[in-house]
């Protein structure tokens, strides 16, 4: 399943793209996700969406999701549709929910605000910190309506029980043409399960019951029918809905498991174990030079293909820092799948040190062999502020990006300072390297 990079689009330039055009569709959400305070524009699948943020101008504001809606391109049904698609991803990778609550669309980008259905329970810290980055795509109709379903059911949770466990057992329902093939997967997939889950199988298996069959008799059909011999879920009983209660954690966690083992869609965090950082920086090495870096041969392969590459250094969000756009790398050493890549700029002031380790598709900062350096120039203010933006970002836990040529950028591991105290913000301790440096220099020119 791809999992592309998407950019994320922060601050002024969200309000110049929502200005920028006329037309718009907005919904307003019900979000158990962290939501972002302040607008951001995420590009997916080819389409901007706008995360309209918790705050404005200081104030609570309701969050919504804005896309284009444009009538020669089908209109308010297909906006809506797009985000109904988008909030199904965003609920599973974020491992939550996003529920449309109700839509309104026009000329301009008007948000779409009803306290009792519009809201966010969890709110987020920091103007940059919403990351959906690598969201996987999804373009399998299939997959798409276990996922909306999924959606629905973790909306239900909190508020109706027996819908929420019918749109969990249509997860996997809406996967099957035949209901036999159906129950026997469930049935193979009960020992799967934990914790309060694995318990009421237990408690339902004691009790001589088949599982898989009650999950269908007296949970899935239960709910959906009604008839006055057949068995249903009564809502003036309160047995029934003690029952449905306690099978509803059943059902919730073969739908996660349905969706994670048998779809493979996966979720921010099972990305952030699995996902290879270099996959996108594969075209520049030869498949057999790949083959032995990924496998840690030793003697090491030839990696001379990536002597000379230009590559620029950025921070995500924001791209590329100023003055490390156009940097040259230089391969130091090789050892066991693991590159060690010198990065120089033009003016040969800055050298920026990273680790390649193919064999466990991670890159890595070091920042202790990287630093401003002497030579035929000496580092200027400019230098100074570019390699003290890059130190002390990273140190903050910025997600140091590198870009080759016009493929996607890779992105490093968090680093994470040990025995070290940050007294300053890394904007306040860029801007006081900077006046420190200033000061030096006029003092060597009195």
Not at 159 to 170: M, R
Request: net charge negative.
């Amino acid at each position: 399943m791809r999992t592309p990079y998407i950019p994320h689009t922060f601050g002024e330039a969200v309000d110049r793209k929502l200005r920028g055009r006329v037309g718009w569709l907005t919904a307003g959400v019900a979000s158990s996700i962290p939501w972002p305070s302040l607008d951001v524009c995420v590009k997916y699948a080819g389409d901007e969406y706008f995360l309209r943020g918790s705050e404005r101008s200081g104030k609570p504001s309701p969050p919504g999701i804005t896309i284009a809606c444009d009538p020669g391109t089908g209109g308010a049904d297909a906006a809506i549709a797009k985000i109904y698609r988008f909030t199904s991803v965003l609920s599973w990778f974020e491992g939550g929910y996003v529920d449309v609550s109700g839509y309104i669309h026009g000329s301009h980008p008007i948000l779409y605000g009803n306290p009792r259905t519009v809201y966010s329970s969890i709110g987020i810290a920091g103007i940059k910190a919403f990351n959906c980055n690598h969201m996987p795509i999804v373009d399998d109709d299939h997959v798409r309506k276990a996922l909306a379903f999924w959606r629905e059911g973790n909306r239900l949770n909190d508020v109706h029980d027996s819908y929420a466990f019918l749109s969990f057992y249509k997860v996997i329902e809406s996967q099957f043409r035949d209901g036999r093939e159906r129950g026997r997967w469930i049935a193979a997939n009960l020992d799967k399960l934990s914790d309060r889950a694995a318990n009421r199988v237990v408690e339902l298996r004691a009790a001589g019951i088949d599982v898989s069959s009650h999950l269908f008799d007296s949970g899935r059909c239960a709910v959906a029918h009604a008839s006055l011999e057949g068995e249903i879920i009564d809502p003036d009983i309160p047995a029934d809905r003690k029952r449905l209660s306690a099978d509803l954690v059943i059902m919730e966690e073969l739908a996660r498991i349905y969706i994670r083992d048998e779809l493979g869609v996966p979720t921010a965090r099972t990305l952030h174990r699995t996902r290879d950082r270099l996959a996108p920086w594969d075209p520049l090495l030869p498949t057999e030079t790949l083959e032995a870096l990924r496998a840690g041969h030793h003697p090491p392969p030839d990696v001379s293909a990536l002597e000379g590459r230009i590559v620029s250094v950025g921070l995500w969000p924001d791209g590329p820092i100023p003055g490390l756009e156009h940097m040259t790398m230089h391969i130091d050493a090789v050892d066991r799948g693991v590159v060690k890549a010198v990065l120089i700029n033009e003016r040969r002031t800055i050298l920026l040190v990273f680790f390649l380790d193919y064999n466990n598709g991670r890159i890595h900062t070091n920042l202790e062999d990287g630093g401003l350096v002497r030579g035929e120039n000496d580092a200027d203010e400019n230098d100074v502020r570019a390699y003290a933006t890059f130190f002390y970002k990273v140190i903050g836990n910025g997600i140091a990006e590198l870009t080759c040529d016009a493929i996607e950028p890779i992105d490093c591991e968090v680093v994470i300072p040990v025995n070290m105290m940050m007294t300053m913000s890394p904007d306040e301790a860029i801007a006081d390297t900077v006046e420190r440096f200033k000061s030096e220099r006029a003092k060597k020119s009195e």
